[in-house]
């Protein structure tokens, strides 16, 4: 929402805004799906997505938008080690997810992010939720079990146990994200610029003995080869929609991240859940028309649920935020973005001001995600 005294956006932005949010962000989920359909290199796809996105901060660098770091410190290298850990393998976990579970599917497989971050908030601050808030998390927990126990694996072929394992995974990691970066904002000084350009880089190098012993060599070879001119016109194919692939995440990335900046500055908590909720639709009728999903009842029931609980959340943590006004700052969902770019603190509390630097974070993160500033699922 604008800050008090500033004149309220038009209704035509808001509307363009949210649409611009929700093309964008079923464009990556579809586009990453696309890619992982047709490759055997998910580590490699999430490698390549990363070169990209240091490769894309260069070149905000050279038309003077931000400033970019030239070089590595070793002390600040050794201090963002634990982030980079966590950050290679929630990245991970995210591929592989999508790998194996249908694109309709991949919200149920990690919709345990709510849950799991008001489990971690309430650790770390040694506070209990409120009732309401319990009652959206079980909601959303109901919904992900009603997903994975009615959506037979065995005849849906989109909903593996392997993908749900790694959707867990990866809703873990989300959630200790938050508490994670917060720290290494300090060891950067702050500087959201220099994270983002640590992590993309230290990510990039520490995928690289995974590709390998992730055994992905041989189909990486196969990729180079194909670039040559010594493999088939599938293998052509393949090279193919990797390169496009990694170059329209890569771009779309970028893309989202404007679309989730420009949706804070001009809506409300309560819109974005709408328009996560919107998108979640869309995304599943573009996963049966583009991809070839089944979503049978127990699929939509699912989501269905996952995304009232998740709206149910962001209207009672918007209520409550309604008493910290006088504070200056309010309460948003604890986003999967959001959490990783380490815009939310811990506790689901947002400051009421965001600078280029934090904004370009939550840019150049490397996602490999559906969507900006949304409650997962």
């Known amino acids: 929402m604008p800050p008090a005294g500033e004149k309220p956006p038009s209704r035509l932005l808001i509307i363009s805004t949210v649409s611009f949010y929700i093309v964008a962000a079923i464009a990556m989920i579809l586009a990453n799906k696309w890619v992982l359909n047709n490759t055997a290199t998910p580590l490699f796809f999430l490698f390549a997505q990363l070169v990209i996105a240091v490769i894309l901060l260069f070149v905000t660098d050279l038309f003077g938008l931000i400033r970019v770091q030239s070089k590595f410190d070793l002390a600040i290298c050794k201090g963002l080690v634990p982030m980079v850990a966590l950050n290679v393998l929630g990245l991970s976990c995210n591929n592989y997810t999508l790998k194996y579970v249908d694109a309709s599917f991949y919200q149920v497989a990690r919709g345990l992010v709510l849950p799991f971050t008001v489990a971690l908030s309430a650790i770390m601050l040694k506070t209990s939720p409120s009732n309401q808030i319990l009652i959206s998390c079980a909601i959303v927990t109901s919904g992900f079990f009603l997903g994975i126990l009615i959506d037979n694996p065995s005849s849906i072929t989109g909903s593996s146990p392997i993908g749900i394992f790694f959707g867990l995974v990866s809703s873990v990691t989300t959630a200790m994200h938050a508490v994670v970066i917060k720290r290494s904002f300090a060891v950067v000084q702050g500087n959201a610029i220099d994270l983002a350009w640590y992590s993309n880089m230290l990510s990039a190098c520490a995928l690289i003995p995974l590709i390998l012993l992730a055994g992905e060599a041989p ?4 990729l180079f080869n194909a670039m040559i001119g010594a493999e088939s ?3 052509l194919r393949t090279l193919s929609t990797f390169l496009w692939g990694s ?3 890569g771009v779309v990335g970028f893309l989202i991240c404007v679309a989730g900046f420009l949706s804070i500055k001009v809506t409300s908590p309560i819109t974005h859940m709408i328009s996560s909720a919107v998108r979640g639709v869309f995304q599943s009728l573009f996963s049966m028309w583009l991809l070839g ?3 049978a009842t127990g699929r939509a029931s699912s989501i269905t649920m996952i995304l009232i609980g998740s709206i149910y959340y962001t209207w009672v943590k918007h209520l409550e935020s309604k008493e910290q006004e ?3 700052a309010y309460t948003r969902a604890p986003t999967e973005e959001a959490l990783e770019s380490g ?5 689901g509390s947002v400051g009421g001001s965001r600078n280029k630097d934090e904004v370009m974070m939550t840019a150049v993160h490397g996602r490999s995600s559906d969507s900006v500033f949304e409650k997962r699922g």
Not at 343 to 347: E, G, H, S, T, V
Request: proline fraction near 5%; glycine fraction near 10%; hydrophobic fraction near 50%.
């Open 219 to 222: 189909d990486v070879l196969d």
């Open 233 to 235: 016109n599938v293998g």
């Open 247 to 249: 170059v329209i995440t």
């Open 293 to 295: 999903d089944i979503i």
């Open 326 to 328: 006088v504070r200056g």
């Open 343 to 347: 815009l939310l603190k811990p506790n």
